[in-house]
């Protein structure tokens, strides 16, 4: 599941070149000052979707983060995917952060669960459970089970999943991607050691979560 990283994210493709050519529009046939304004917008949208490469942490005991953004909750609770209890850790995305999601584990994917749901703010507890979201279940190298929810938010509007059960991933695998503002879940087993805290800034595969 090796995916190359070009700096920038291919599904940015079709939304940065509509940009460019409107930009381009706007600079000949509009006001300089709405020309300026599509611009600005090319750089907002070139920037949202870059996907540059990442270190990966070489401890083996290791659970890498599967996005960058900000830690909302690191709390003990029930693994809804796997009905089993679990550390939940959740990143929650801001539209300036990287959204390609990696893989925090070494694993094979158990099974993908795709939940359609509302649209509410990514940021409130109660997105886990009513949001749309997707959810892979990876069994790790180490016989653990580990769980990667990607959850849409409030103006996220499209989850991209790549993967199927069967596939292997390796940490830091691209595995998906989440258009313009979420949040991913990690429900890892309940002995796991956290090593991060509410409130600490994460970025996808060089922050390690957690260790087993």
Known sequence: MNYPHPLIAKEGWPFIALTFFLAVFASFFLP?????LVWVLLVFVVQFF?????????????????????????????????QRDALLISV????????SNRASVNGTVESVQYFPGSFINA???????????N?????ASNGQTV???QVAGLVARRILCYVKP???LEKGDRYGFIRFG?????????????????GDKVYATSTILATF
């Open 182 to 198: 979420s949040r991913v879940d990690v429900y890892l087993p309940p002995d796991v050691t956290p090593c991060v805290a509410p």
């Open 166 to 168: 069967g596939d292997a």
């Open 32 to 36: 300089g000052w709405i020309a300026f």
């Open 135 to 139: 959810a892979v279940v990876i069994k």
């Open 50 to 82: 870059r996907d540059p490469p990442r270190p990966v942490p070489v401890q083996e005991e290791a659970i890498l983060a599967p996005a960058d953004g900000r830690i909302v909750k690191v709390e003990q609770v029930l693994d809804p995917h796997t």
């Open 147 to 149: 769980t990667q929810v």
């Open 123 to 133: 940021d409130l507890d109660k997105a886990s459970t009513q949001n749309e979201r």
């Open 92 to 99: 929650f995305m801001n539209v300036f952060n990287v959204h």
